[in-house]
């Protein structure tokens, strides 16, 4: 019967070594050896004065463990068959680095006899154990039939905490038992320290039993143990509980009352201790193994599923987010281009329809002043002054432009320079745009017009021609009067109307040099405007390419390093995913094994595996 088991005990055991789980392993091993001992080795745990040591002397019907006021149970004790009674301490060597005590070999402990008036002192840990020496425990034999069909029972020391259990020694310790009777009087309900220790006792030992001891002291000891069955039911805590009076059975033993017996509830209890001695290499092996797999298969299984969802958080932040990052800059570089052609573009159109009507607006201007001059000033006088003006000011409107148009220059490199700030260096171009040196040669020279002048010899003609009409009509009519044509009043009306004409005409000839003068300045400046807006238009455009050719060239520099990352990552990536997905396969494969496992151990109990803890998950 113990072939199926145990090959799954030993499959148990491959996989701790397959897993590098020595621990586990040995801890396996441990119990292979366990479940092979024909003996069944019972822990009497639970908290101070319950009434374990008692129990231990009723089921053996013998006053083997020292009870009482005032009685401590500092040493574990176990009780086991011997021909004869016999007690001694036996004391593990002190530990070192490379031992403990709970490996010391079986030879290399200490055994120190106690006569049998001195239990007492000796599960005390006052008689037969050495100061320094490793963890102790007192080993009782007796001429039993019960403990002669392999029945070990172990004693020990009061403990309010879990964590106690197993601190006198690794024989007190709940890896070693087959089953485990934790202690509880009758005076009260389960405490929440008690049902803690069955909550951690039952998660790692398959066969545990609740005895309610001293029913014999309350009178209502069954409604206290229907409720304390309530309150394992609630905990879900898979054990069993048996009420019993260790002093009616020892009373029962003395006066040999097999009805007294009965009373106690001890005959429950022991053959409870006997079915499962018989069954220790079926049942009890079965439901160790299935606990043992769930222990083991968790400890594997979590590295593992750690690993899994380390693995699986590495895909956002390793290779493969350095790949998407990559495939973003190179679609973020694609947009950048298309932004700063598209805003280069954009200012350059602006820049060419700014500097023009700016260069437009001041001969504008200059036109304007222009007329306001010639309006009274006479050519002939102020040709001179006023040329020099018209230069200086051209000049000055041109380097005015100019000097606009570098600025705007710099701001559309700087416009479009922006577009690369997340890039985190400086990009603007090497060079900036100034004002020519040689503007002043570039601008047109002013040609004097040319201006009629008005003459002496035009004046006196200009005169005759307006005397003769003034003499001629005031002469005709004086003649009317009898008086002669040619007097002295026809002469001076003659002289008046010359003088007059001559005012005319010096007044027209005025009007038409400065029509001439304005019409000659605005041919001027008009060529000025002409040849500014093409130097301007050039110069622009020369920028333009200029701006263009950087960017681009910075542009395709910035392409190949994205590029160079990009590909980088990529293999970066592929070689990354192709080590994780080989790893997952294996973790995914070791968990289904792990699975396997655990259901084949589980199936030996009859119980319906639970590999939902055990699977990967997606």
Same mark, same amino acid.
């Given at each position: 019967?113990?072939?199926?088991?145990?090959?799954?005990?030993?499959?148990?055991?491959?996989?701790?070594?397959?897993?590098?789980?020595?621990?586990?392993?040995?801890?396996?091993?441990?119990?292979?050896?366990?479940?092979?001992?024909?003996?069944?080795?019972?822990?009497?745990?639970?908290?101070?004065?319950?009434?374990?040591?008692?129990?231990?002397?009723?089921?053996?019907?013998?006053?083997?463990?020292?009870?009482?006021?005032?009685?401590?149970?500092?040493?574990?004790?176990?009780?086991?068959?011997?021909?004869?009674?016999?007690?001694?301490?036996?004391?593990?060597?002190?530990?070192?680095?490379?031992?403990?005590?709970?490996?010391?070999?079986?030879?290399?402990?200490?055994?120190?006899?106690?006569?049998?008036?001195?239990?007492?002192?000796?599960?005390?840990?006052?008689?037969?154990?050495?100061?320094?020496?490793?963890?102790?425990?007192?080993?009782?034999?007796?001429?039993?039939?019960?403990?002669?069909?392999?029945?070990?029972?172990?004693?020990?020391?009061?403990?309010?905490?879990?964590?106690?259990?197993?601190?006198?020694?690794?024989?007190?310790?709940?890896?070693?038992?087959?089953?485990?009777?934790?202690?509880?009087?009758?005076?009260?309900?389960?405490?929440?320290?008690?049902?803690?220790?069955?909550?951690?006792?039952?998660?790692?030992?398959?066969?545990?039993?609740?005895?309610?001891?001293?029913?014999?002291?309350?009178?209502?000891?069954?409604?206290?143990?229907?409720?304390?069955?309530?309150?394992?039911?609630?905990?879900?805590?898979?054990?069993?509980?048996?009420?019993?009076?260790?002093?009616?059975?020892?009373?029962?033993?003395?006066?040999?009352?097999?009805?007294?017996?009965?009373?106690?509830?001890?005959?429950?209890?022991?053959?409870?201790?006997?079915?499962? $001695? !018989?069954?220790?290499? @079926?049942?009890? &092996? %079965?439901?160790?193994? =299935?606990?043992? +797999? #769930?222990?083991?298969?968790?400890? *594997?299984?979590?590295?593992?599923?750690?690993?899994?969802?380390?693995?699986?958080?590495?895909?956002?932040?390793?290779?493969?987010?350095?790949?998407?990052?990559?495939?973003?800059?190179?679609?973020?570089?694609?947009?950048?281009?298309?932004?700063?052609?598209?805003?280069?573009?954009?200012?350059?159109?602006?820049?060419?329809?700014?500097?023009?009507?700016?260069?437009?607006?001041?001969?504008?201007?200059?036109?304007?002043?222009?007329?306001?001059?010639?309006?009274?000033?006479?050519?002939?006088?102020?040709?001179?002054?006023?040329?020099?003006?018209?230069?200086?000011?051209?000049?000055?409107?041109?380097?005015?432009?100019?000097?606009? $148009? !570098?600025?705007?220059? @710099?701001?559309? &490199? %700087?416009?479009?320079? =922006?577009?690369? +700030? #997340?890039?985190?260096?400086?990009? *603007?171009?090497?060079?900036?745009?100034?004002?020519?040196?040689?503007?002043?040669?570039?601008?047109?020279?002013?040609?004097?017009?040319?201006?009629?002048?008005?003459?002496?010899?035009?004046?006196?003609?200009?005169?005759?021609?307006?005397?003769?009409?003034?003499?001629?009509?005031?002469?005709?009519?004086?003649?009317?009067?009898?008086?002669?044509?040619?007097?002295?009043?026809?002469?001076?009306?003659?002289?008046?109307?010359?003088?007059?004409?001559?005012?005319?005409?010096?007044?027209?000839?005025?009007?038409?040099?400065?029509?001439?003068?304005?019409?000659?300045?605005?041919?001027?400046?008009?060529?000025?405007?002409?040849?500014?807006?093409?130097?301007?238009? @050039?110069?622009?455009?020369?920028?333009?390419?200029?701006?263009?050719?950087?960017?681009?060239?910075?542009?395709?520099?910035?392409?190949?390093?994205?590029?160079?990352?990009?590909?980088?990552?990529?293999?970066?990536?592929?070689?990354?995913?192709?080590?994780?997905?080989?790893?997952?396969?294996?973790?995914?494969?070791?968990?289904?094994?792990?699975?396997?496992?655990?259901?084949?151990?589980?199936?030996?109990?009859?119980?319906?595996?639970?590999?939902?803890?055990?699977?990967?998950?997606?």
């Amino acid at each position: 019967m113990a072939g199926i088991w145990l090959d799954v005990l030993d499959g148990i055991a491959r996989t701790c070594r397959e897993h590098g789980r020595g621990d586990l392993l040995q801890a396996v091993r441990h119990k292979r050896a366990q479940l092979l001992d024909p003996t069944l080795r019972v822990l009497v745990v639970g908290e101070p004065n319950q009434g374990k040591s008692q129990l231990v002397n009723a089921i053996v019907n013998a006053p083997v463990c020292p009870v009482g006021d005032g009685r401590t149970t500092v040493l574990p004790t176990v009780v086991q068959h011997a021909e004869e009674p016999a007690v001694a301490v036996v004391q593990a060597p002190p530990a070192t680095p490379d031992r403990t005590g709970g490996g010391a070999l079986p030879g290399a402990v200490e055994r120190t006899p106690v006569p049998l008036d001195r239990i007492a002192a000796g599960v005390a840990g006052t008689l037969g154990r050495r100061p320094g020496g490793g963890p102790a425990y007192v080993e009782i034999g007796l001429p039993r039939a019960l403990l002669a069909g392999g029945l070990v029972l172990v004693d020990t020391p009061g403990s309010d905490e879990v964590a106690a259990l197993g601190g006198a020694g690794p024989v007190a310790g709940l890896s070693r038992a087959d089953a485990v009777l934790v202690v509880s009087d009758s005076t009260r309900e389960l405490s929440v320290a008690e049902l803690n220790l069955l909550l951690h006792v039952t998660r790692s030992h398959p066969n545990v039993v609740v005895v309610q001891t001293k029913i014999d002291l309350v009178p209502d000891w069954r409604v206290v143990a229907e409720r304390n069955r309530r309150h394992l039911a609630e905990a879900g805590v898979p054990a069993a509980l048996i009420p019993v009076s260790a002093a009616l059975r020892l009373r029962a033993a003395t006066v040999d009352d097999r009805g007294l017996n009965a009373e106690s509830g001890f005959p429950a209890l022991i053959g409870r201790l006997q079915r499962d $001695l !018989a069954g220790k290499a @079926d049942v009890l &092996a %079965r439901a160790a193994v =299935g606990l043992t +797999a #769930r222990t083991v298969v968790e400890q *594997l299984a979590a590295p593992l599923r750690a690993e899994l969802e380390s693995q699986r958080a590495e895909e956002q932040s390793g290779p493969m987010s350095r790949l998407h990052a990559a495939q973003r800059e190179v679609d973020e570089l694609r947009r950048c281009s298309t932004r700063w052609q598209n805003a280069l573009n954009d200012e350059m159109a602006d820049l060419l329809s700014d500097i023009e009507y700016d260069l437009r607006d001041r001969t504008r201007q200059i036109l304007r002043m222009v007329d306001e001059a010639f309006d009274t000033a006479d050519p002939l006088v102020a040709w001179e002054t006023f040329q020099e003006w018209l230069s200086r000011s051209l000049v000055e409107a041109a380097e005015a432009n100019h000097e606009w $148009l !570098a600025q705007r220059c @710099d701001h559309a &490199a %700087r416009r479009v320079a =922006g577009n690369f +700030a #997340r890039y985190g260096y400086d990009v *603007l171009p090497p060079w900036s745009m100034t004002v020519p040196e040689d503007l002043v040669d570039r601008l047109p020279e002013i040609e004097r017009p040319s201006i009629d002048r008005f003459t002496a010899t035009q004046k006196v003609i200009t005169g005759m021609k307006g005397s003769y009409g003034g003499l001629l009509m005031f002469g005709l009519a004086l003649t009317l009067a009898g008086m002669p044509m040619i007097n002295p009043v026809s002469i001076g009306a003659g002289a008046l109307f010359g003088g007059k004409s001559i005012r005319d005409e010096s007044r027209q000839l005025l009007r038409r040099r400065q029509a001439t003068v304005k019409t000659a300045i605005q041919r001027h400046v008009d060529d000025f405007f002409v040849r500014m807006t093409k130097d301007c238009r @050039d110069a622009a455009r020369q920028v333009q390419r200029m701006l263009r050719d950087h960017f681009t060239a910075l542009t395709d520099e910035l392409q190949e390093a994205i590029v160079q990352s990009l590909r980088s990552a990529k293999q970066a990536a592929d070689t990354d995913a192709a080590v994780r997905d080989q790893r997952q396969r294996e973790i995914k494969l070791k968990m289904t094994r792990l699975a396997a496992l655990y259901e084949q151990a589980q199936q030996l109990t009859g119980a319906r595996p639970a590999p939902a803890p055990l699977e990967p998950r997606s």
